[in-house]
DNA sequence: TATTGTTATACTCTATAACTATA
DNA sequence: TATAGTTATAGAGTATAACAATA
């Protein structure tokens, strides 16, 4: 059954400070200047940790708001459709929906056609809590736009969005 | 000395085919489409993947390869110098050195200045080795320029410069 | 006291294999 | 036989704390 094994975070998400992310003048990044994937990577560090701060008042992982916020857009997606949309290996999703689930934020009900799957649907806590994330993230979003200014923000959404 | 203590990788980097990372069509993302950090986390799994397997005939990680490329760059540099310019963490740092050093691609020499510090450099086979590195990891950034097309490329590549 | 390299611990995430129950 | 959910395992990566040697 494994219903409360592993299943809730020993210590809540943490988030360092953003530290400071471009190198030191003096250490010369060579090649690496040609690369996408390093700024990629840079970028995501950077990123993910002002939406953890941002999201701590939550307690929610970047994967946990996107599997809450993916769940409320789509009533009974099962388990295999919910990962393959958010690039998450089926396994390691069992144990983030049981976290999601013994918090009383998403339900795993029988599927009405198919005995093997699960219909995931977040409960009214569940559906409270995602409207206090996404008023967060947006506030993330705000943040990197400012930072960014508005028109590379825009540039930027518009040319990952086919990776 | 924990000279080959957990030194080498037990299993060859792995790279992945890079599934389908577009979700599919049925599926609504809702507030994920305005979020940077989303997309950014998916064009890194893409390029990471894509990088792994390129890079598969000199078995670098991506780290490991940023590791030999600026170290090839920057002689004499400390680990906390090339920890911090990599955001890798300094702990972390000690292992993947121990790694490239006991494949014969790395020194760590005393540092003549301060009896803390090493001094990292490469040796002459890691020369060779970052040599044909950088030749795959060319023939990567051109198949990622191919994708998305130069002017995409570039405006990224700038546009996430200061993260 | 502070920093460098190091070890250790705990947790997240990725990748894979295998099992069960359904189909 | 194939798929959905699950468990288990191995490794990579991240975050912290602590320690010895050196500054």
Redo the contacts with the bound molecule.
Sequence with gaps: ??KN?NSR???P????QPKRSSAQASVALDALNGHLGYFIRRAQ?WVF?DFIRTLKPVDL???EYSVLVVTGANRGL????L?ATL????????????RLEERGLLQ?LP?S??????A?QLTPPGRTTLARAKALAARHEQGLRTRLGAERHKLLLAALRDF
Tied chains: 1, 2.
């Design positions: 059954m494994g094994a975070r020993a210590v998400y943490r988030a360092t560090i940790q992982s970047p994967a099962s388990q295999a459709e990962a690039a998450i290996e089926r396994a390691r999703l069992v144990r983030l929906l049981h795993r599927s056609a198919d005995g093997r799957r699960h995931l």
